[in-house]
T-cell receptor, first 114, second 119 residues
Framework: AQSVTQLDSQVPVFEEAPVELRCNYSSSVSVYLFWYVQYPNQGLQLLLKYLSGSTLVKGINGFEAEFNKSQTSFHLRKPSVHISDTAEYFCAVSKSTGAYKYIFGTGTRLKVLA | GAVVSQHPSWVICKSGTSVKIECRSLDFQATTMFWYRQFPKQSLMLMATSNEGSKATYEQGVEKDKFLINHASLTLSTLTVTSAHPEDSSFYIC???????????????FGEGSRLTVL
């Protein structure tokens, strides 16, 4: 079975500072990895995904993530955050074959301070 | 892009009544849809996998008689919370997998969520 760990429940950061949100996963099979953002009372919006190929994945809104197989990590980064990036961020994993069942991490609340 | 719509966005009901939430894929067909439940400040927990034309597959610990799922067409899945109680109050989110032959994108598309409050 797959599992996802997001170690940081909350990350406060000042506006225009860089940020890294950590995600580690566990799986005995090949996986797909995703980062989603959720604004209050809304559904999930895909930021980026890793399926295969280049380990550095660029997404929307200036976010990027790097897949590190040896460390089983998929950390999300942004070089300069904005107030509007304040939201909940979820890392998710699914098997690369099969029914697309996602396993979500517990989420990291990013709070950007003025 | 692919759009998934949920209705209603908000619903308040009395204890003991049943509530139906719809999940529609607006511009694509979805053989498979998923239903999740999210408690405040917590992650999404998969409740069940909804397959068009067949019975839903429920995750361990989810009462299938309590949460009825129907996937009658390739663009619509419904979740009915039967005899709702205050502890059923939650944010319910659906997602859909496009029914594209050989699809290897791995991506699901999520609805906006439906907040249920049971009084």
């Amino acid at each position: 079975a797959q599992s996802v760990t997001q170690l940081d429940s909350q990350v406060p950061v000042f506006e225009e500072a860089p940020v890294e949100l950590r995600c580690n996963y566990s799986s005995s099979v090949s996986v797909y990895l995703f980062w989603y953002v959720q604004y209050p009372n809304q559904g999930l919006q895909l930021l980026l995904k890793y399926l295969s190929g280049s380990t550095l994945v660029k997404g929307i809104n200036g976010f990027e993530a790097e897949f590190n197989k040896s460390q089983t990590s998929f950390h999300l980064r942004k070089p300069s955050v904005h107030i509007s990036d304040t939201a909940e961020y979820f890392c998710a994993v699914s098997k690369s074959t099969g029914a697309y069942k996602y396993i979500f991490g517990t989420g990291t609340r990013l709070k950007v301070l003025a | 892009g692919a759009v998934v719509s949920q209705h209603p966005s908000w619903v308040i009901c009395k204890s003991g009544t049943s509530v139906k939430i719809e999940c529609r894929s607006l511009d694509f067909q979805a053989t498979t849809m998923f239903w999740y439940r999210q408690f405040p400040k917590q992650s999404l927990m998969l409740m069940a996998t909804s397959n068009e034309g067949s019975k839903a597959t429920y995750e361990q610990g989810v009462e299938k008689d309590k949460f009825l799922i129907n996937h009658a067409s390739l663009t619509l899945s419904t979740l009915t919370v039967t005899s709702a109680h205050p502890e059923d109050s939650s944010f319910y989110i659906c997602s859909a997998r496009p029914s594209v032959a050989g699809d290897r994108t791995g991506e699901l598309f999520f609805g906006e969520g439906s907040r249920l409050t049971v009084l």
